[in-house]
C-alpha cells in the first residue's frame, strides 16, 4: 500500500476506541504518539465514529453519556453527531477534521466479520489540510479499500456453499478441535 500516513486497526472500548496496531507512516507525517492500547474518545475521532456509525447499542451507549469537547471543532451536540454519523454510514467512511487534536484528523472506515458484523475499524491519520477535496477522495478510497480487504478476510461478503457443514463455513470454527476440518 503506498500511503504516508499511519494505518491503525481500532477497536472499541466503552466510550472509547482503541488501536491495536499500526503499519506504515514516515518520520514527514504527524503524529500525536497514539501507540496501540492507547484508548482515544469515539466521538471525535475518524475510527470512533465508524465505528458509533454501525454498532446501533454501542452508539446510544456512547451517547448517553456527555460529549466531552477536546478542540473547537469537536461535536458535542448529540443530534449533530447524528447526522455525522449517519452520513458516515451512507459514505462507508468516517472524516475526523481536528475534533480530537486540532491539527490532526482522519479517515476510517469499517471493518466486518464473516457475519458482516462491524468489529472494528481501519484508520488512517493526516494533517487537517489533507482531509478535503481530491486529497480527501483519495485517502478515504484507500481507507475504505484496505477495510474491505481486511473485511474479505475475515470472512466477510465470501459466498459459502449450503452444500458445506457448518464448520467447513466458518474457518475459526475449523481450526478447533472437534470440527470436522481440523487435522488431527
Same mark, same amino acid.
Given at each position: 500500500?503506498?500511503? +504516508? !500516513?499511519?494505518l !491503525?486497526?481500532?477497536?472499541?472500548?466503552?466510550c472509547?476506541?482503541?488501536?491495536?496496531?499500526? &503499519?506504515?507512516? *514516515?518520520?514527514?507525517?504527524?503524529w500525536?504518539g497514539? @501507540?496501540?492500547?492507547?484508548?482515544?474518545? *469515539?466521538?471525535?475521532?475518524?475510527?470512533? %465514529?465508524?465505528?458509533?456509525?454501525?454498532?446501533?447499542?454501542?452508539r446510544?451507549?456512547?451517547? %448517553?453519556?456527555?460529549? %466531552?469537547?477536546?478542540?473547537? +471543532?469537536?461535536? #458535542?451536540?448529540?443530534?449533530?453527531?447524528?447526522?455525522?454519523? $449517519?452520513?458516515?454510514? =451512507?459514505?462507508?467512511?468516517?472524516?475526523?477534521?481536528?475534533?480530537?487534536?486540532? @491539527? &490532526?484528523?482522519?479517515?476510517a472506515?469499517? #471493518?466486518?466479520d464473516?457475519?458482516?458484523d462491524?468489529?472494528? =475499524?481501519?484508520?488512517?491519520? $493526516?494533517?487537517?489540510?489533507?482531509?478535503?477535496g481530491?486529497?480527501?477522495?483519495?485517502? *478515504?478510497?484507500?481507507?475504505?479499500? =484496505?477495510?474491505?480487504? &481486511?473485511?474479505?478476510?475475515?470472512g466477510?461478503?465470501?459466498?459459502?456453499? @449450503?452444500?458445506? +457443514?457448518?464448520d467447513?463455513?466458518d474457518?475459526?470454527?475449523?481450526?478447533?478441535p472437534?470440527?470436522? *476440518?481440523?487435522?488431527?
Amino acid at each position: 500500500m503506498r500511503i +504516508g !500516513q499511519f494505518l !491503525q486497526l481500532w477497536v472499541p472500548s466503552y466510550c472509547w476506541v482503541i488501536p491495536l496496531f499500526e &503499519l506504515g507512516g *514516515s518520520s514527514n507525517e504527524c503524529w500525536i504518539g497514539l @501507540t496501540p492500547g492507547r484508548r482515544a474518545p *469515539s466521538h471525535c475521532t475518524a475510527p470512533g %465514529k465508524a465505528l458509533l456509525a454501525h454498532r446501533v447499542y454501542w452508539r446510544e451507549t456512547v451517547l %448517553k453519556a456527555p460529549l %466531552k469537547r477536546y478542540t473547537e +471543532g469537536t461535536i #458535542v451536540d448529540v443530534a449533530m453527531l447524528r447526522s455525522n454519523l $449517519a452520513q458516515a454510514e =451512507a459514505l462507508g467512511y468516517a472524516v475526523d477534521r481536528g475534533e480530537y487534536v486540532a @491539527t &490532526l484528523g482522519g479517515v476510517a472506515a469499517p #471493518v466486518r466479520d464473516h457475519h458482516g458484523d462491524v468489529i472494528a =475499524a481501519l484508520g488512517l491519520a $493526516a494533517a487537517v489540510d489533507k482531509l478535503s477535496g481530491r486529497a480527501l477522495d483519495e485517502l *478515504s478510497e484507500t481507507v475504505v479499500e =484496505a477495510a474491505r480487504g &481486511l473485511s474479505r478476510l475475515l470472512g466477510h461478503d465470501r459466498e459459502v456453499s @449450503t452444500l458445506r +457443514g457448518a464448520d467447513d463455513a466458518d474457518p475459526l470454527f475449523a481450526m478447533m478441535p472437534g470440527s470436522r *476440518s481440523h487435522a488431527a
